[in-house]
């Protein structure tokens, strides 16, 4: 689609979000879907960097982008091209075959991680599986057996089997059980709760730099550097779950170089794949023991994927690009706090371009919905929290648009408390 039909549409359809757009579902039935997620009642057609459009031509500015999936927008050139061409050439040889995208993209990852080894998969959730398996193999070869990891309350490390026991989330307590054993929560940004948990057991710490789940909390400097030097006073691993924060999200490739630490084992996914599903499971050191046998999978790797991701990183780590994200990202930050102090709400935070903000009350699902009526999608990971995932390429008149649709999402949401409380 050319710019000037992106433009005339875009501009044709913003005179009408303010009106809540019922969408018909068009003769198609959820009827038969296993109940997942909620999802609103649009069907989206079309995507364009940071636009949306549904079936009745309706502009969406998207600043959830798939959960901080779609690093590079909706449909950016440089991924539809390079899926076009490998969709052409080659689309899967086969896990147990080299390719050139395998090798092109673990070497690049590795190389600009400075990570030793690099396993491609295709979910976050499953990267999170890998890094499990890897520390407790470790534990095997190197510190007699040990099993057990730290993870922090709140957490969100995925929705597999491991990854679900590993995870803090309050949501995941009661599901599902028994869990896989050897897990042990400790709260966030607390080093002495983290120094009483370990014991001779204990084969590693696994951390989100920021949790995001959790509603976008940054791990402090200090914690996170104590929590590095804890790992290496007792000889443990310390894996960080980047799958969120990293490939640039956070203002630099991954969130921990921004923290001055090195994990022996990083986890990606998300971002990386701009879209389509890709992950990957990096390891350094003497976290490198993995052998054939032990992390296969039908898909990992796939030829198909391993093009986006390479399109995607090579994208990031162009001159000037995390610049970007930077320098957009502190636009962001202080018109969401200018916000957040003209509606009395709360905390702005986050870093790079993964913001969350704190609601005065738990109106946060309220917001959302509120939101989708002006035309603006955003996610909301706690009753009392919203949280912002856009482009990494977002402009900044577009983070300005989002703060004037969300403006009008606060005066719509306040509208209809003072309605509730009157009647
Ligand atoms: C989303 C997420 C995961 C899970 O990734 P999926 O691709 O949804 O399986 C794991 N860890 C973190 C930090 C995440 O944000």
Same mark, same amino acid.
């Not at 927008?73 to 440089?78: A, D, I, L, M, Q």
């Not at 709260?187 to 057991?201: K, Q, W």
């Not at 980047?242 to 630490?261: I, K, M, P, S």
């Given at each position: 689609m050319n710019l000037f039909n992106l433009r005339r549409n875009t501009a044709a359809l913003e005179s009408s979000v303010t009106e809540p757009a019922p969408v018909e579902p068009q003769g198609l039935s959820s009827a038969c879907l296993m109940p997942s997620v909620e999802r609103p009642l649009q069907q989206f057609v079309r995507g364009q960097g940071s636009w949306l459009w549904d079936s009745t031509g309706r =502009?969406?500015?998207?600043?959830?982008?798939?959960?901080?999936v779609n690093s590079l927008g909706h449909s950016p050139n440089v991924l539809v091209k390079a899926l076009a061409s490998q969709a052409q050439a080659l689309i899967n040889p086969g896990a147990g075959f080299h390719h050139r995208g395998l090798l092109r993209l673990s070497n690049l990852l590795c190389e600009r991680t400075g990570s030793d080894q690099a396993y491609l998969l295709n979910s976050g959730s499953e990267a999170c599986e890998g890094a499990i398996k890897l520390a407790r193999k470790w534990g095997q070869l190197h510190r007699n057996g040990a099993y057990r990891i730290i993870t922090a309350s709140q957490s969100c490390h995925g929705r597999s089997f491991g990854a679900l026991s590993a995870s803090g989330k309050a949501e995941f307590e009661a599901l599902f059980e028994p /869990?896989? #054993?050897?897990? &042990? /929560?400790?709260?966030?940004?607390?080093?002495?709760?983290?120094? @009483?948990?370990?014991?001779?057991?204990? *084969?590693?710490? $696994?951390?989100? #730099?920021?949790?995001?789940? %959790?509603?976008?909390? #940054? =791990?402090?400097a200090h914690y996170l550097k104590g929590v590095e030097r804890l790992c290496r006073e007792l000889g443990i691993l310390l894996i960080l779950d980047e799958v969120q924060t990293g490939v640039g999200r956070c203002g630099a490739l991954l969130a921990e170089e921004t923290y001055g630490v090195r994990a022996d084992i990083v986890t990606l996914g /998300?971002?990386?794949?701009?879209? *389509?599903? !890709? %992950? %990957?499971?990096?390891?350094?050191?003497? =976290? &490198?023991?993995?052998?054939?046998?032990?992390?296969?999978? +039908?898909?990992?790797?796939? %030829?198909? $994927?391993?093009? @986006?991701?390479? @399109? *995607?990183?090579?994208? *990031?780590?162009? #001159?000037?690009?995390?610049?970007?994200?930077?320098?957009?990202?502190?636009?962001?930050?202080?018109? !969401? +706090?200018?916000? +957040?102090?003209?509606?009395?709400?709360?905390?702005?935070?986050?870093?790079?371009? !993964?913001?969350?903000?704190?609601?005065?009350?738990?109106? @946060?699902?309220?917001?959302?919905?509120?939101?989708?009526?002006?035309?603006?999608?955003?996610?909301?990971?706690?009753?009392? &929290?919203?949280?912002? +995932?856009p482009a990494l390429t977002v402009s900044k008149g577009n983070i300005d648009e989002m703060l004037l649709r969300l403006a009008r999402a606060f005066a719509r949401v306040r509208t209809a408390q003072l309605q509730r409380s009157l009647d």
């Amino acid at each position: 689609m050319n710019l000037f039909n992106l433009r005339r549409n875009t501009a044709a359809l913003e005179s009408s979000v303010t009106e809540p757009a019922p969408v018909e579902p068009q003769g198609l039935s959820s009827a038969c879907l296993m109940p997942s997620v909620e999802r609103p009642l649009q069907q989206f057609v079309r995507g364009q960097g940071s636009w949306l459009w549904d079936s009745t031509g309706r =502009a969406y500015l998207d600043f959830t982008q798939g959960g901080a999936v779609n690093s590079l927008g909706h449909s950016p050139n440089v991924l539809v091209k390079a899926l076009a061409s490998q969709a052409q050439a080659l689309i899967n040889p086969g896990a147990g075959f080299h390719h050139r995208g395998l090798l092109r993209l673990s070497n690049l990852l590795c190389e600009r991680t400075g990570s030793d080894q690099a396993y491609l998969l295709n979910s976050g959730s499953e990267a999170c599986e890998g890094a499990i398996k890897l520390a407790r193999k470790w534990g095997q070869l190197h510190r007699n057996g040990a099993y057990r990891i730290i993870t922090a309350s709140q957490s969100c490390h995925g929705r597999s089997f491991g990854a679900l026991s590993a995870s803090g989330k309050a949501e995941f307590e009661a599901l599902f059980e028994p /869990k896989l #054993p050897g897990f &042990c /929560k400790v709260p966030f940004n607390d080093l002495p709760a983290l120094h @009483a948990a370990v014991d001779s057991r204990t *084969v590693a710490i $696994m951390l989100e #730099p920021i949790q995001g789940a %959790a509603g976008v909390i #940054p =791990a402090t400097a200090h914690y996170l550097k104590g929590v590095e030097r804890l790992c290496r006073e007792l000889g443990i691993l310390l894996i960080l779950d980047e799958v969120q924060t990293g490939v640039g999200r956070c203002g630099a490739l991954l969130a921990e170089e921004t923290y001055g630490v090195r994990a022996d084992i990083v986890t990606l996914g /998300k971002g990386l794949g701009g879209g *389509v599903p !890709l %992950a %990957a499971l990096l390891a350094r050191g003497s =976290a &490198c023991c993995s052998e054939p046998g032990e992390l296969d999978g +039908s898909h990992h790797g796939n %030829a198909l $994927m391993s093009a @986006a991701g390479l @399109a *995607v990183l090579q994208t *990031v780590l162009e #001159p000037g690009f995390i610049d970007h994200v930077q320098d957009a990202g502190r636009h962001m930050r202080d018109g !969401l +706090s200018r916000l +957040s102090g003209r509606y009395q709400q709360g905390e702005v935070r986050g870093q790079g371009l !993964l913001w969350g903000l704190n609601l005065a009350d738990d109106s @946060a699902a309220e917001v959302v919905g509120a939101a989708l009526q002006e035309g603006l999608l955003l996610n909301a990971p706690q009753p009392d &929290c919203l949280r912002f +995932s856009p482009a990494l390429t977002v402009s900044k008149g577009n983070i300005d648009e989002m703060l004037l649709r969300l403006a009008r999402a606060f005066a719509r949401v306040r509208t209809a408390q003072l309605q509730r409380s009157l009647d």
